[in-house]
């Protein structure tokens, strides 16, 4: 004799349906956001970073001290006039404001989901689109800085690029919690990105605003 099970119920836990057998005994995760079973082969687990996210920023980060080396060589070997130096400084202050102002928009719907005034998916949504103009200012700011010739003798200024390299690096993973938080449920988030959100904003605005008032002591000083 065969036994027809059929799914009774559902409820949401922790960005999951649990589903339940007619006899109650059996119980399938299944991934909302993915739409797989927690189990499945392939289906991406919500607790652990994925492989390839950890090797692509890992490059990047690579390659983007590489690049950051060779501006700085570069900049070294260049000389702008003072008309153009007035321009790239445009270039430079206008990069901070669009690229901080971006980011300050995003944190801005991290707390909106906090105050339960908004969903994680519109967060992750909202961070997805800042992000051409986040990228846009940071390499404005970086570009424009080089061709200002930094001192490099000056320990404040090495602080300033190491500020700006840790930047680039957390940007790059930022993209990947962003994806994963705008697959998720409305309103719930696991721990581990939770954590790895609230740690990613605060360096981000750690590392903007430590930028920001480097370049005005420089200007200063």
Known sequence: MKIWSKRIRAREVSGYAVDLDSEGKRCVAVDLAEGCDSGELG???RDRVPVDARLITGGAAIAASMVLAAGLWVSLHVQIDPVVRMAVLFVHLSSLVVGLGAVLVADYHAILWLARRCSLREVGASAERLQPLIWLGLVGLVFSGLLLKPDLNSTITIIKLALVLVLTVNGLQVRFLS?????????????????????????????????????????QH
């Open 43 to 45: 289906c991406p687990s």
């Open 179 to 219: 994806r994963r938080i705008a697959a998720t449920s409305q309103w719930r988030i696991s721990r581990l990105d939770g954590a790895w959100g609230a740690a990613s904003g605060l360096l981000s605005q750690i590392c903007w605003w430590g930028a920001a008032f480097i370049g005005f002591w420089n200007q």
